[in-house]
């Protein structure tokens, strides 16, 4: 019979990471996480989290580390960066992709990580790979790592590169020296909070989800009117309270991620309102839609249309008064939003 191999170091499992392009790696120990699990509490209690569910669909377990690997003593945390070179605007129609969910980096994560644990597992050790996964509060665990502070943007910050990151774990048995965590480097700094195009930051590091573009872009059902023009350009995520973050707009370029191009910096609304379901869940399939149902794409390019549209534009009315004839009242609601919205920039009426 062949011999265990050893279980690996921190610094080999570092090299390994490093491989997959990952530059940063800290260890918390696996003990619950009960700020976390309190902040879900609250911001179920407050509204905050409107309705949504992810980790808050059972916070106990996503608090605790060995409700999902039974013993576990640390948790391994890598930190990827998604940041890529900015293209310039294409001409004409357009919406706007976020810059983490241009192409499947948390899939480049999960592949490295679970190589990670495989080695721990030949090495008689429990261990199991988590990115974005409803089983763990990822940037809780990475803040315990020394990956980063939290923001008052809520998102966490690597000191020297910014928050341009997704964020992964290995929650294992083995035993390995807890990292320190990192100093706030926020200090007086506010730009996030007025950078919010809609007021979600109604607290240091506390987002309501009720008035955030990322997950209203997400959520099923009717699009919140008075948010509609807020929305922009925007067709998948909101980049704003990073974009306007001084220390992650000066150092992010630093870690330029060399991930894939994937989908690209933008997309023409109207091609995802004439696209099949098959198409768009195939095209557009690593983000998260809700249900899986691709009506929530149509109804986030209309409103982009409404948004953006040349009152000139006749190809895009016409497409948009199918939307209004159609079968679909929430749609067509959207839809002759769209169409209003466009009529009152063209005759210049004020919101
Ligand atoms: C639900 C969710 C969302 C929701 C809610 C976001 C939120 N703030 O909770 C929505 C859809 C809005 C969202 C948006 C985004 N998300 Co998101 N999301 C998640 C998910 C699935 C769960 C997050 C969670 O559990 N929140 C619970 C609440 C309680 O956590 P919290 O707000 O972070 O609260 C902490 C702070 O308040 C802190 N805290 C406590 N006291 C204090 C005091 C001070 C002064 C401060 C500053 C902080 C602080 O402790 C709390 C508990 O940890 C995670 C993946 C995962 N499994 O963890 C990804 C995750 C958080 N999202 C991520 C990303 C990339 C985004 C977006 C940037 C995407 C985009 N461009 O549109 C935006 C950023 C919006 C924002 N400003 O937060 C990354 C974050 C990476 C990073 N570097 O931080 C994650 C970790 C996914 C991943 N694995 O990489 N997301
Ligand atoms: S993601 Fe956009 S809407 Fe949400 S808090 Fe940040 S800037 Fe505001
Ligand atoms: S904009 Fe300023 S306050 Fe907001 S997260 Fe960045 S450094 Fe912190």
Redesign the pocket.
């Known amino acids: 019979m062949r011999a265990k191999p050893p279980v690996p170091t921190i610094d080999e499992i570092r090299v390994e990471l490093e491989a997959h392009g990952i530059t940063h790696v800290g260890v918390a120990p696996a003990t619950p ?1 009960l ?2 699990r ?3 509490a ?2 179920k209690a407050s509204g905050f ?1 409107d309705n ?1 569910s ?3 669909r059972n916070p106990e377990r ?1 608090t605790t580390p060995t409700a999902s690997v039974a013993g576990a003593q640390s948790i391994i945390v890598a ?1 990827l960066s ?1 940041l890529a070179d900015d293209v310039t605007p294409p001409t004409g129609r357009r919406a706007h992709i ?4 241009r192409a499947d ?2 899939s480049i ?1 999960r592949t490295a990580l679970r190589s990670v644990a495989r080695n721990l597992k030949m090495a008689g050790e429990r261990a199991v790979a ?14 315990r790592a020394g990956i ?11 000191p020297g590169a910014g ?6 774990s290995i929650i294992t048995t083995a035993m390995y020296e807890p990292s320190q965590p990192v100093d ?1 480097g ?1 200090g007086s700094c506010t730009r ?1 909070f007025d950078g ?1 195009p809609t007021g ?2 109604v ?5 309501d ?1 009720r008035r ?4 209203l ?2 959520k099923s059902g009717t699009f919140p009117t008075e948010m509609r023009a807020a929305l922009g350009d925007r067709i ?4 704003d ?2 974009e306007v973050c001084p220390p992650t707009v000066r150092l992010g370029r630093r870690t330029m991620s060399t991930a894939a191009p994937g989908l690209g910096e933008w997309v023409d609304p109207l091609a995802m309102l004439t696209m099949s379901d098959d198409e768009l869940l195939d095209t557009y399939g690593l983000w ?1 839609i809700a249900e899986r149902d691709p009506r929530w794409l149509r109804r986030n390019a209309i409103i982009v249309l409404g948004n953006t549209t040349d009152p000139d534009d006749s190809e895009a009315l016409d497409a948009l008064q199918r939307v209004i004839d159609g079968k679909d009242v929430v749609l067509a609601e959207h839809a002759q939003w769209a169409v209003d919205e466009i009529a009152r920039r063209a005759l210049q009426v004020p919101q």
């Open positions: 996480m700020r976390a309190e902040a879900l609250e911001r989290a949504m992810f980790t808050w996503s930190a998604y976020a810059r983490y969910a980096h948390y994560l988590f990115a974005d996964d409803n089983a763990l509060v990822d940037r809780e665990a990475a803040y980063g502070w939290f923001g008052k943007n809520a998102n966490l910050l690597l928050s341009y990151f997704v964020l992964g706030d926020c996030c919010c979600a930051i607290a240091p590091g506390v987002i989800a955030c573009l990322a997950w872009l997400q998948y995520g909101c980049d309270c990073q998260y």
